[in-house]
């Protein structure tokens, strides 16, 4: 009866560093296996066990800059003086087949591409607190102490940006996080705005048809009345 956009839909998680984005998306992609992570590329150095290629494109910084000039980018932008982007090429290739494409980007980045992109999905992950956000910047062991300050500085400017986004999800308990997540793509893939085409079928012709059925009783009550005596 209706036909529905089969194109991807583009989704941008945002957060605080330490929220615990990286981790939720990983396993909503693990639990469904048409959502594709796109791979941005970043002038920071690699983390212990992090890979070229699927973490990031390890970039040197004049080789960013390049990029930049060369419009290889959908956004990108400054975090930690640092440059972090999203390269075009895949993202239109797989939305285009369907495939929907999560964008973990920090607040300017996915305020750049509610410009580009309006009909994107948004959520914002947000800790439980403040001090457990700082406990998982130190768990976590990926920055010293003067980072995981500079990080948590940075913080407090993008929590106060959470009303921008469509939905926000608290990422206390993992498991009840991901769930939410994936709720919220699900329910995003019912909107009335993805409906693309309504096709009525012939009203007339479908009542012929099922009048025609073999096994259909036609009489009408009062035969049915005069069988029975
Ligand atoms: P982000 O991608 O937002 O910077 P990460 O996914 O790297 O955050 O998570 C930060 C740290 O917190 C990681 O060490 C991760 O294992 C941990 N973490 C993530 N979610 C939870 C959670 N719900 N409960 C406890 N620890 C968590
Ligand atoms: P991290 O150094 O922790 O991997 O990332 C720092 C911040 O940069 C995080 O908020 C992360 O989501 C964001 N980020 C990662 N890739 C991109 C990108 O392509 N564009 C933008 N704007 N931010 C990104």
Request: charged share 35%; hydrophobic share 35%.
């Amino acid at each position: 009866m209706i036909k529905q956009k089969k194109q991807g839909q583009l989704i941008v998680v945002s957060g605080p560093s330490g929220a615990g984005k990286d981790t939720i998306v990983n396993k909503v992609v693990e639990n469904n296996k048409n959502i594709w992570i796109s791979v941005s590329a970043t002038s920071r150095k690699p983390r212990k066990g992090e890979v070229e290629g699927v973490n990031y494109f390890f970039l040197e910084k004049e080789d960013f800059e390049e990029k930049i000039n060369n419009n290889y980018f959908l956004e990108y932008a400054e975090y930690a003086n640092n440059y972090y982007g999203t390269p075009k090429e895949k993202i239109v290739e797989k939305l285009e087949k369907g495939i929907d494409v999560i964008l973990v980007i920090e607040i300017q980045g996915a305020k750049k591409i509610k410009e580009l992109v309006p009909e994107a999905l948004f959520i914002f992950i947000m800790p439980p607190s403040e001090k457990t956000l700082l406990s998982r910047l130190k768990n976590r062991q990926t920055e010293d102490k003067e980072k995981i300050i500079e990080r948590f500085n940075i913080a407090y400017k993008e929590i106060n940006e959470v009303t921008k986004y469509n939905y926000v999800v608290v990422n206390d308990k993992l498991d009840e996080a991901v769930d939410k997540v994936e709720s919220i793509i699900k329910a995003e893939k019912c909107r009335v705005d993805r409906i693309e085409e309504m096709l009525v079928a012939n009203k007339e012709e479908i009542i012929h048809e099922f009048l025609m059925e073999e096994d259909f009783d036609n009489s009408t009550i009062s035969e049915k009345i005069m069988e029975e005596k």
